[in-house]
């Protein structure tokens, strides 16, 4: 499937697919010494981000937010990517000195966790894992407009 968006920052990057329906804030929800989700009773809770092509909503919380996810790049445990519905400063920032590839105005109930997801400037593509343990490029959807 590919969709396609608006690219905050651009570049390339791919991975597995970590999906939250839940805003994330990065300053006190996710730590920087190891890359994992730590906001209490958040639906990625325990979980590293780490190597993801991490999609969620939008984020949330303080601006240091921004320093947070260059603070997990320098350190290799950033997301390889972002994918949000809608971006704010916060994480668009972040992932501009981070130099982390994010795309926003995504339809992001498309991708599921695990999905294998490559982003390219302003489109995503999006492949499903088969029983096989391979991914398939799954097909059939329309793309979102920009």
Not at 88 to 107: F, T
Not at 118 to 145: L, W, Y
């Amino acid at each position: 499937m590919r969709l396609k968006g608006r690219a905050i920052k651009e570049g390339r990057a791919e991975g597995e697919a970590l999906v939250s329906r839940e805003a994330i804030g990065f300053f006190g929800g996710v730590d920087p010494q190891t890359g994992a989700v730590v906001e209490p009773g958040h639906q990625l809770e325990g979980q590293s981000i780490r190597g993801k092509i991490l999609v969620f909503p939008s984020g949330k919380g303080s601006t240091v937010g921004s320093y947070t996810l260059y603070r997990l790049r320098k350190k290799g445990l950033a997301p390889a990517g972002i994918i949000n519905a809608q971006s704010e400063a916060i994480v668009a920032v972040g992932a501009i000195i981070a130099d982390i590839p994010m795309v926003d105005r995504i339809d992001i109930s498309h991708i599921k966790t695990g999905d294998k997801v490559t982003i390219n400037g302003d489109t995503v593509e999006v492949g499903r894992p088969e029983s096989s343990g391979t991914f398939d490029q799954a097909a059939g959807s329309k793309p979102d407009a920009t």
